[in-house]
């Protein structure tokens, strides 16, 4: 079984400046996959970056960084740059390589501030 | 490209009656996954599809609800005489042979009277 942890039920952060959301996770599979997703007040859930558990480097997307620490069983998400259309709830989900299903966190609340 | 179609957005529906939502795989996708997100809580994993075929059914209720994904046209959720505690946002998702990366529609808020 597979399981996401999001201990960060709220956040507020200043435009402009950078926030790390926390995620670890608990999973008996050798090989899977991380997964961080959006959803903005409008309810949509937009994909914003991909980490497999073999990837020797971290995964970046634009602003979106993941930094994974595999013996921790962390994959932490950091924007950089914080938007005001940043302000929106983050997921951290996983799913095995061989197993399609995504196990989702609580969720984080982020709030830019102006 | 068109992403992943879900209709309708919002679904109202008195308790014993029946919802029908449907989704509409982004082009070139052949796996559909139904996902429940009850308020203020992470999507739980329903039911996961390819064409004309289940693959994964561990998450559905045992009763009430069935889905399935014909050879034309949309995937479709159907849940028979809803009960309150159905109400929660349903999304589908979509996936191409081979990748572990799912795109999401923007949801069915299904709201039981």
């Known amino acids: 079984a597979q399981k996401i942890t999001q201990t960060q039920p709220g956040m507020f952060v200043q435009e402009k400046e950078a926030v790390t959301l926390d995620c670890t996770y608990d999973?008996?599979?050798?090989?899977?996959?991380l997964f961080w997703y959006k959803q903005p007040s409008s309810g949509e859930m937009i994909f914003l970056i991909y980490?497999?558990?073999?990837?020797?480097q971290n995964a970046t997307e634009g602003r979106y960084s993941l930094n994974f620490q595999k013996a921790r069983k962390s994959a932490n998400l950091v924007i950089s740059a914080s938007q005001l259309g940043d302000s929106a709830m983050y997921f951290c989900?996983?799913?095995?390589?061989?197993?399609?299903?995504?196990?989702f966190g609580a969720g984080t609340t982020v709030t830019v501030r102006a | 490209n068109a992403g992943v179609m879900q209709n309708p957005r919002h679904l109202v529906r008195r308790r014993g009656q029946e919802a029908r939502l449907r989704c509409s795989p982004m082009?070139?996708?052949?796996?559909v996954y139904w996902y429940r997100q009850l308020p203020e809580e992470g999507l739980k994993f329903m039911v996961y599809?390819?064409?004309?075929?289940?693959?994964?059914e561990s998450g559905m209720p045992k009763e009430r609800f069935s889905a399935e994904f014909p050879k034309e046209g949309p995937s479709i959720l159907r849940i028979q005489q809803v009960v309150r505690g159905d109400s929660a946002a349903y999304f589908c998702?979509?996936?191409?042979?081979?990748?572990?990366?799912?795109?999401f529609g923007p949801g069915t808020r299904l709201l039981v009277l």
């Open positions: 998702a979509s996936s191409p042979p081979r990748s572990e990366t799912q795109y």
């Open positions: 999973t008996s599979d050798q090989s899977y996959g």
């Open positions: 980490q497999g558990s073999y990837d020797e």
């Open positions: 989900a996983m799913g095995g390589i061989n197993d399609y299903k995504l196990s």
């Open positions: 082009k070139g996708h052949s796996h």
């Open positions: 599809l390819q064409k004309e075929n289940i693959i994964d």
